[in-house]
């Protein structure tokens, strides 16, 4: 890698050239990091439903085009910008799209994990430090030589390229001993889920859990309230060929919306004895939110939101409902402050507590991406691991 540093690196990415066009597999440039950036060279990359969210162009003013994809990944550093202490060349690492500078008001609290500087942010296409992408082609998505343009970046990370350049607040260390193919999960999906029943609803052992739709971020927050000892563990979704693997995460009971002739909190209501301690709406649906509301225990139930709500319809809630005692919050990658906190995940999973095998359901090398985009459209996949660089050696 000493070869590289300081220069910038021509390798292959995964361009996206405009809403639901296929990805192109293209030569790039990639710049040398600035003060505070590192560059990865990217190992493994797995694909989520955001990554599709944006390639379907959904939300307008999200769009941002050619643009490199991708925010669930693990890779090695390559090189580290001026004044970044905390990695070094060959660490390996997880890049987060929810980043920590660990300097500002809300990352010295407990209460948040939204960094004032390196939030969450889907609008966000280029560097912190200057305003530009680090990402650069001379070529049209025909492969046709052009004139130099650049290529934006996308949620922090841009990992669907053998090289990529995030803020060093955007990268988190983990064990090399870690098995690399299972730690990109943490990057987002498991990390969300889990982190949802862990430290935003806190889960407590004995209680009763409710999760509306079981894709991976779902399947998720079942596996944290498995580990977290719920003694009941209810999936709802309309696809009923999730049930099996959700038997894995530790679902008890499985709700088929399809299946019933009455709203689906009147059945939780009426197998619980009154509703569930917490439920958690996963799919984005305003619709299905209140039902996961209304699925929970008056007095004391707890709903958290962890889906995406690309609508612009508002809580389907009156004020006067929460005087019945329930609680609605929302959940952003699980309350993971990624820096303090991912380490120990990491370690907590390498160790069993919890489970992140079953969610690999594919596998493919980098020149298939348009395969596992199809694969998650059709619902066939949880996560699809994609090869991006091999490892020469650990």
């Known amino acids: 890698m000493a070869e590289t540093q300081g220069k910038v690196i021509t390798c292959k990415a995964a361009v996206v050239w405009g809403p639901k066009?296929?990805?192109?597999?293209?030569?790039?440039?990639?710049?040398?990091?600035?003060?505070?950036?590192?560059?990865?060279?990217?190992?493994?990359?797995?694909?989520?439903?955001?990554?599709?969210?944006?390639?379907?162009?959904?939300?307008?003013?999200?769009?941002?085009?050619?643009?490199?994809?991708?925010?669930?990944?693990?890779?090695?550093v390559e090189s580290v910008g001026e004044g970044v202490k905390d990695v070094k060349e060959g660490d390996y690492v997880i890049p987060t799209f929810n980043g920590e500078c660990g300097e500002c008001k809300v990352c010295k609290r407990e209460e948040s994990n939204l960094c004032e500087r390196y939030h969450v942010d889907p609008m966000k296409r280029v560097m912190v430090s200057d305003g530009g992408t680090r990402f650069s082609t001379t070529t049209?998505?025909?492969?046709?030589?052009?004139?130099?343009?650049?290529?934006?970046?996308?949620?922090?990370?841009?990992?669907?390229?053998?090289?990529?350049?995030?803020?060093?607040?955007?990268?988190?260390?983990?064990?090399?001993?870690?098995?690399?193919?299972?730690?990109?999960?943490?990057?987002?999906?498991?990390?969300?889920?889990?982190?949802?029943?862990?430290?935003?609803?806190?889960v407590k052992e004995g209680t009763s859990t409710a999760v509306f739709g079981l894709g991976s971020v779902g399947l998720a927050v079942a596996e944290g309230a498995r580990a977290r000892g719920a003694s009941r563990?209810?999936?709802?979704?309309?696809?009923?060929?999730?049930?099996?693997?959700?038997?894995?995460?530790?679902?008890?009971?499985?709700?088929?919306?399809?299946?019933?002739?009455?709203?689906?909190?009147?059945?939780?209501?009426?197998?619980?004895?009154?509703?569930?301690?917490?439920?958690?709406?996963?799919?984005?649906?305003?619709?299905?939110?209140?039902?996961?509301?209304?699925?929970?225990?008056?007095?004391?139930?707890?709903?958290?939101?962890?889906?995406?709500?690309?609508?612009p319809r508002t809580l389907p809630l009156h004020p006067m409902e929460l005087f019945d005692g329930r609680t609605i919050t929302g959940s952003?990658?699980?309350?993971?402050?990624?820096?303090?906190?991912?380490?120990?995940?990491?370690?907590?999973?390498?160790?069993?507590?919890?489970?992140?095998?079953?969610f690999i359901t594919n596998e493919l090398p980098f020149e298939k991406i348009n395969d596992a985009f199809q694969l998650l459209r059709d619902g066939k996949s949880l996560r699809c691991i994609l090869q991006i660089s091999k490892l020469l050696k650990r």
């Open 21 to 76: 066009e296929p990805l192109v597999i293209q030569e790039i440039c990639v710049d040398p990091p600035q003060k505070m950036e590192v560059r990865l060279k990217i190992l493994y990359s797995s694909i989520c439903h955001t990554d599709l969210g944006c390639w379907n162009g959904t939300n307008e003013a999200e769009r941002a085009f050619p643009r490199i994809l991708g925010h669930e990944a693990v890779g090695i």
């Open 140 to 202: 049209d998505k025909d492969g046709r030589s052009s004139q130099s343009q650049p290529i934006y970046h996308f949620l922090n990370t841009s990992t669907f390229t053998e090289y990529t350049v995030l803020d060093s607040a955007c990268v988190v260390k983990i064990d090399p001993n870690a098995p690399l193919k299972q730690m990109s999960l943490l990057s987002c999906g498991v990390s969300t889920g889990v982190g949802a029943a862990w430290n935003i609803a806190k």
């Open 233 to 311: 563990i209810i999936g709802v979704d309309a696809n009923a060929s999730k049930f099996e693997k959700g038997k894995l995460m530790g679902v008890t009971d499985f709700i088929n919306p399809k299946d019933l002739t009455k709203p689906v909190h009147q059945m939780i209501r009426e197998i619980t004895g009154g509703g569930v301690d917490y439920s958690f709406e996963c799919t984005g649906n305003v619709d299905v939110l209140r039902e996961a509301f209304l699925s929970t225990h008056v007095g004391w139930g707890s709903t958290v939101l962890v889906g995406i709500y690309p609508t």
């Open 332 to 358: 952003v990658f699980g309350g993971f402050k990624p820096k303090s906190q991912l380490p120990n995940f990491a370690q907590q999973c390498m160790k069993g507590v919890v489970k992140l095998e079953p």
